[in-house]
């Protein structure tokens, strides 16, 4: 279909862009790899007044280190990062999920902080960022400010991220040493999102899981941590026995949606076998 | 004339060959003619409104907004064309006191399905139509929508159509003791020992073609040309002629390269209706193509049937009796050959078994919902299905080997031609034969020992082993059978051969591709018949201006109707050109022989002359036979005696995560006996993507309608229809046993592996699962309801029929034609 007609600004700059949704009106969208916002503009869910493409601004691409942490831009895309070499190496969990991302064609023209601030609940990218306690690092005409990942997710397709504001690069925390990762996909066919997903990162010492992180993909309106099942690991022997027990909390607190992937409680089941998977495999079992 | 040479051996024949595909590469790129690539001068665009619910009055339009938007030309409504629309004809009756609706292509009173057209925008461009159509204010006064099949034949239901009295378009009946071709069928029942009933239900498809619908009309003084993305261009001709009043020599369609069509395009649609209405009224070229969601929404659907089956046995496993009761949904209207659908089936229930007895009965249904006809297989893979399945449900039953049960009751080799207890004649083939190569190709002996190894250590994962020995017919059709089940046409086909000065050849086929490599195919066929090289024969379709007898494409007819007739046709051009080199070579054309394309005295060496000099000295004409017209080209209508019954051997192993409910085909093997084979890649592409639609029958696709009629599964994020990565590889084989009803030698392919394919995955799924008690899991299979089969019992029940949420819940109930409070939020959410 054919998006309604719109204004379209291209800036160079994070200041220009911020300076073009200002001046783009009442209704500004932010066009990043446009792999979510073109799709509801053909489809005329959506009709903004003014498209803000981000696509020149090349500050907002690449990887970089900053000491502890891995600084992500906004517009580094799904194939970029899968071919960055910092990423497998500190935070192969964002390898793992951005792997299972759509298609090829896909993944060359989304990009990682669309994919997070569009915060679709079926996205993959979102339980990761919560699960590796992520840092948001949003612009706007007053400034920059950082917002932890348990605060950005707000609502169904709902970030921190305001009217006026971008989203400029995201921070994640090296986890490097004992820390394994798995991120456990469920889907039908090999470019859905997920029906169900969870990304788990466990650090082991001495045979005993010491801390574990575990993100829920899907399970309700927002990515959620999977605190209950989080508890239980803490301290636990690294056994399938011990895990399995601990898994079989994932589905507490949750509320996912009923559609015609699953309903609500096939959902909840899910999400306990998936951790139990995930974890496993992260432990190194 | 040239003296012979030392001839070296003679080329090898071309049929065989497992030839690419000449066509491919323009295909494949796209750099050809598809309907929407055409642009012409002033040309026009149109966009259509529809409607979005499912059934009621419409109380009034308000086209006025629309029409003052820039660059709209005009718009018209269903009254505004009320008078000359007609309806949507539907050219097979199957019973005389059949009930069809009508079926405008602008709705005028009532809509009854959503996406039903309403009104359309001419614009000057395509930006323009689609902005106007939110601008049509269109009231509707809701009406009771039926949905449900069973409820929609019970007592007191609500109606799909208010003026009429029920819900029941036709009742077809097939009884093989009335139609003496076997027993009585109660008292086969009666005194069986074992009655096995089953309900299973053949969900709705969207055949989903790769190239969405598009059609462009150019009026030229009172003649109107239409390209359109059709499989039947010649169908489409005399229909629209009858349809709209445009005398038929006025008209002349142009079906180019059409990007497949599965049955969805074997169809007179609505929008070709209309846009050649308002090319009429207006008197200018106008373009209508349409967006994925509409064609989702509004190119006819396929299957969606119930079918309630019993069968009757000994206990020694000798079946008894047949009994077959179905409800097929025909949509909100009926189309081309919508009631046709399961009436092909009819006679293919009893497979490749030697019942006694059988009965047949059929319920067509109308819902508010998209019409359906016919989707690759019609018909035949309902039936093949539910054969197939109860077999294996009989087989547990009796606690016998599933291959066993089948190997007691089929028909053996030495027992062809066979006539089946429906009354077909079964050409050729030999099922055991076939079974056996697909046994080796599995590697059965292992799995099996597999599956014993998973099952005893109660491995999450488990195996399970299906099959399908199907058999099928095709090769559309006999004429006189078609006749005598009412069909509206014929089933020849047509070809004409013209020899042209330099040598080269064109073949005329009335048989139209959209996709299945009919120019490779036929021009193999053409050079082994005529001695001509491969690269030397064109192949023209299409094109009623060009091709002026043809009933196109479907029913895996082309090949082995069309192609007959290009061989026919050939061996024509042969005779006449015997006589023109018996004239030039001063001989006996009794003493002619003819081998790799030239005519020689036999026993005498030396002269000879080729059919492409023949064709350049026919062209001059100095030297022509006495009273014989200066031209070698011939024509041949070729109508078969019987159909064509492909069959073979199908083999699933399929693993099935017991804690997820997610099913993996773990190895597929499949024996086709499709007859002579022209080109063997044609024939492995063809049974992979009957393959593919069949597994995904299975596995993956549904339309599903939420409870206001609104068709939830309106994009590709939830009909999900699986790409190379989803499915297996196929190990693949062939057993030939040639067809004696036409000159090839083949039999039809390019359903067969659909047909077939469905029954064996869902019975592998089954086949790992039934000792936890599973009995039925319904199709596709979800992981979730093959989860709630294995831990709650059921066949895994209805899904939710909410869409997912993936582009901000984005469904059908979106925004063409109406402002929904979706489409004014101006946001994506
Ligand atoms: C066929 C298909 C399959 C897919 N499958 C998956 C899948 O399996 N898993 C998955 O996770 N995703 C999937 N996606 C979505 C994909 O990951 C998208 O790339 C992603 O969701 C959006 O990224 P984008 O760069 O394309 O953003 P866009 O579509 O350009 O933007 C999305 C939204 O974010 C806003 N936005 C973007 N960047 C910024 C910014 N820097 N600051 C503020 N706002 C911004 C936009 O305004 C818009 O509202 C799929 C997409 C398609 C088309």
């Known amino acids: ?285 | 004339m040239t003296a012979l040479e030392d001839r070296t051996e003679a080329p090898a024949p071309e049929v065989g060959k497992a030839r690419k595909r000449k066509e491919d590469a323009r295909l494949i790129t796209g750099r050809t003619t598809w309907t929407d690539n055409m642009v012409l001068p002033g040309m026009l665009h149109l966009a259509v409104v529809r409607s979005p619910v499912a059934h009621a009055k419409i109380t009034s339009v308000d086209v006025s907004a629309a029409a003052d938007a820039p660059g709209v030309v005009a718009v018209f409504t269903g009254r505004d064309f009320a008078e000359e629309q007609g309806s949507i004809p539907c050219a097979w009756p199957v019973t005389p006191d059949m009930v069809n609706p009508g079926h405008p292509s602008l709705a005028v009173e009532e809509v009854n399905h959503v996406g039903e057209a309403v009104a359309v925008i001419v614009a000057r461009s395509k930006a323009a139509a689609q902005d106007a159509v939110e601008l049509v204010d269109v009231d509707y006064d809701p009406l009771p929508v039926v949905l449900d099949m069973e409820e929609a034949v019970a007592e007191q239901p609500d109606l799909c159509h208010d003026h009429l009295s029920s819900n029941e378009s036709f009742r077809f009946v097939f009884d093989a003791g009335e139609a003496g071709t076997g027993q009585n069928t109660d008292e086969a029942f009666a005194n069986a020992e074992v009655v096995v009933s089953r309900r299973f239900v053949q969900q709705r498809l969207i055949p989903a073609f790769m190239e969405p619908r598009a059609a462009v009309v150019q009026p030229q003084g009172d003649n109107y040309t239409m390209w359109s993305s059709t499989q039947v261009p010649h169908i489409l001709r005399l229909m629209l002629a009858m349809i709209t009043g445009t005398p038929e020599h006025k008209l002349r369609v142009i079906a180019p390269d059409v990007g497949g069509g599965f049955g969805g395009k074997l169809q007179v649609t609505p929008e070709e209706v209309i846009t050649l209405l308002v090319a009429r009224r207006l008197g200018k070229p106008v373009k209508w193509t349409e967006t994925r969601s509409e064609s989702l929404m509004s190119a006819h659907h396929g299957r969606d049937q119930i079918q309630y089956v019993d069968v009757a046995a000994d206990r020694e496993g000798n079946i008894k009796g047949l009994k077959v009761h179905i409800l097929s949904d025909m949509g909100a209207y009926l189309r081309l050959v919508s009631p046709g659908v399961p009436v092909l089936g009819a006679f293919m229930y009893p497979g490749i078994y030697k019942f006694p007895a059988y009965r047949f009965d059929c319920q067509g249904v109308f819902t508010n919902k998209t019409p359906t006809d016919a989707y690759r297989g019609a018909g035949r893979p309902e039936a093949t299905f539910a054969i197939e399945r109860i077999m294996d449900e009989l087989a547990v039953e009796l606690g016998m080997d599933p291959l066993e049960l089948r190997r007691k009751n089929w028909i053996k080799a030495e027992e062809f031609p066979f006539t089946t207890v429906a009354g077909l004649e079964y050409d050729s083939g030999d099922y055991d034969a076939a079974t056996q190569q697909a046994l080796e190709l599995l590697g059965y002996d292992e799995l099996r020992e597999e599956q014993r190894r998973r099952r005893e250590s109660d491995d999450p994962v488990q195996l399970g082993i299906g099959f399908s020995t199907f058999t099928e017919m095709c090769g559309l059709a006999p004429s006189r059978v078609l006749g005598s089940l009412s069909y509206g046409a014929g089933g020849w086909e047509h070809a004409s051969i013209r020899m042209l000065p330099t040598g080269k050849v064109e073949v005329v086929t009335g048989s139209t591709p959209h996709g299945q490599g009919h120019e490779t195919a036929w021009s193999q066929l053409v050079a082994d018949e005529l001695g001509v090289p491969f690269e030397d024969v064109e192949v023209l379709h299409g094109d009623t201006g060009i091709s002026s007898r043809g009933l196109d494409t479907y029913g895996s007819r082309s090949l082995v109707v069309g192609g007959a007739a290009v061989v026919s046709a050939s061996q024509k051009v042969v005779a006449k050109a015997r006589k023109v080199a018996a004239h030039l070579l001063e001989a006996g054309e009794d003493d002619l022989q003819f081998e790799s394309g030239s005519f020689s005295v036999r026993g005498t060496p030396g002269t000879s002359i080729s059919i492409q000099e023949i064709a350049l000295a026919t062209f001059a004409a100095h030297n022509f036979p006495e009273g014989m017209e200066p031209s070698i080209d011939a024509d041949a209508t070729f109508d078969p005696v019987n159909f064509s019954f492909p069959h073979g051997t199908h083999i699933c192993a399929m693993e099935v995560d017991t804690e997820t409910g997610f099913v993996k085909i773990r190895k597929y093997a499949c024996v086709d006996d499709v007859g002579k084979i022209v080109n063997p890649l044609i024939v492995e592409g063809q049974v992979h993507g009957g393959l593919a639609q069949g597994i995904a029958q299975a596995l993956y696709e549904e339309a599903i309608y939420d409870a206001d009629g609104n068709l939830t599964t309106g994009t590709f994020v939830d009909y999900l229809v699986p790409s190379a990565a989803d499915l297996p590889h196929f190990d693949t084989g062939n057993t030939v046993h040639e067809a004696p009803g036409n000159p090839i030698g083949a039999k039809g392919v390019g359903e067969a592996g659909c047909i077939a394919s469905t029954p064996a995955v869902v019975n592998a799924a089954l086949d790992a699962v039934r000792h936890l008690g599973v009995t039925d899991i319904r199709m596709p299979l979800t992981p979730e309801r093959v989860w709630r089969a294995i831990h709650s019992g059921g066949d895994g029940g209805d899904r939710a029929t909410a869409g997912s949420n993936a582009y901000g819940g984005a469904q059908t109930e979106t925004t063409a034609g109406v402002s929904t409070e979706a489409s004014s939020l101006g946001g994506d959410r």
């Open chain 1, 1 to 285: 279909m054919i998006p309604a007609p719109f204004e379209y600004a291209r800036p160079t700059t994070v200041d220009e862009a911020l300076q073009a949704i200002a001046a783009g009106g009442e209704d500004v969208k932010v066009l990043a790899g446009g792999q979510s916002l073109i799709p509801v503009m053909r489809l005329r869910l959506a009709a903004p007044e003014t498209v803000v493409d981000l696509g020149r601004v090349a500050e907002l691409r690449g990887v970089r280190e900053d000491g502890d942490a891995l600084v992500i831009g906004a517009m580094t895309t799904h194939s970029d990062v899968l071919a960055d070499p910092l990423i497998q190496q500190h935070a192969p969990l964002i390898a793992q999920a951005t792997e299972t991302v759509a298609d090829r064609q896909v993944r060359h023209r989304g990009t990682f902080g669309g994919a997070l601030v569009h915060a679709d609940p079926a996205g993959d990218l979102p339980a990761v960022a919560l699960a590796l306690d992520a840092e948001f690092v949003i612009a706007g005409p007053e400034g920059r400010r950082t917002v932890p990942a348990r605060d950005f997710f707000v609502d169904y397709l709902t970030t921190a991220v305001g009217e006026g504001e971008l989203l400029v690069e995201v921070r994640v925390p090296k986890l490097d040493g004992q820390w394994g990762m798995r991120y456990e996909k469920f889907n039908r066919v090999a470019q859905a999102w997920s029906i169900v997903a969870v990304a788990a990162a466990v650090r082991r010492e001495n045979g005993h899981i010491a801390e574990a992180r575990v993100g829920l993909t899907n399970m309700g309106p927002t990515p959620l941590r999977a605190g209950a099942v989080e508890a239980a690991l803490s301290g636990a022997e690294a056994t399938p026995e011990a895990i399995a027990a601990a898994a079989a909390h994932a589905a507490e607190g949750t509320e996912p949606s009923s559609d015609l992937n699953a309903q609500a409680d096939y959902r909840q089941h899910l999400a306990t076998v998936l951790t139990r998977r995930a974890v496993t495999a992260a432990a190194g079992l």
